[in-house]
């Protein structure tokens, strides 16, 4: 999956959370019938609401929500829903940005927008990598359109991986003449969706360096966490292949001494 597909679930998913915080009826409507189906009550409990000595800081007791579908829809529903939206919104921002600035080699910029506006776009990503692209890059991705332009249309529905195919597969012998836009796309496939692979690999350090295993050296340290980490391929390694390799090895260097 890439930026752009990620970008768009994402969009999804948050226009579906914001619809569903104002369908408070419906939502309860479906729960209580599936709680029908469970043999559980669905209805809210109400319970007395008890009295306790007001503090100078608190509300006052008519103040406060008696009903228990009030509570729960104020308390639980609107809190639910609204942290999902800030946490979709605020966590996935720099990857929308990323997505933003590969936009003048999507497909569907590079076949409706005009000559200013890709130029505009393709600027935007120069100025973001300035280290891998050049000065040319805008006229180059100019060029790349005007070349390519109808086999693009040919493909329905196609992606950038779709394009990129296009270029440096079926087209390789005009590469060199826009090494620029073939890195463009090298660099857009190869950024990853998510990150958690780093973050996992943080969590396994402290499974793997324990205080038992202070004096670890760093060359161990880094072996084991490979393993740990990508444990379904180590699984899958034919052990007597290493241990014979290993062994070789090691009969190597004492003929050696």
Not at 49 to 75: G, N
Not at 204 to 227: A, C, E, F, N, V
Request: contains cysteine.
């Amino acid at each position: 999956m890439d930026l752009f597909n990620a970008t768009t679930l994402l969009e999804t998913a948050l226009t579906s959370i914001k619809q569903s915080r104002g369908a408070f009826e419906e939502t309860k409507a479906a729960a209580q019938a599936l709680a029908k189906d469970w043999g559980t009550d669905g209805n809210f409990k109400q319970k007395r609401a008890s009295r306790k000595k007001r503090m100078f800081d608190e509300l006052s007791e008519d103040m406060r929500l008696t009903d228990a579908e009030q509570h729960f829809k104020t308390s639980v529903y609107y809190a639910c829903i609204d942290i999902a939206i800030m946490q979709l919104t605020q966590r996935f921002e720099g990857m929308k940005s990323v997505a933003n600035r590969f936009r003048c080699i999507h497909p569907k910029v590079l076949l409706t927008k005009s000559d200013d506006e890709l130029f505009k776009h393709a600027q935007i990503l120069y100025n973001a990598y300035e280290r891998d692209l050049s000065d040319d890059f805008a006229q180059q991705l100019l060029s790349f359109r005007a070349i390519l332009k109808f086999e693009i249309e040919k493909v329905p529905s196609a992606t950038i991986k779709d394009v990129a195919e296009i270029l440096i597969v079926k087209n390789s012998s005009i590469t060199t003449s826009i090494p620029d836009v073939v890195t463009a796309f090298k660099i857009f496939l190869t950024l990853p969706v998510t990150v958690a692979s780093a973050e996992r690999s943080f969590s396994k350090l402290k499974l793997i360096k324990s205080y038992l295993r202070s004096t670890m050296s760093q060359d161990r340290l880094s072996g084991l966490s490979i393993l740990s980490i990508e444990n379904e391929r180590a699984r899958k390694v034919d052990l007597s292949n290493i241990v014979k390799t290993f062994a070789e090895q090691n009969a190597r260097r004492r003929e050696r001494f």
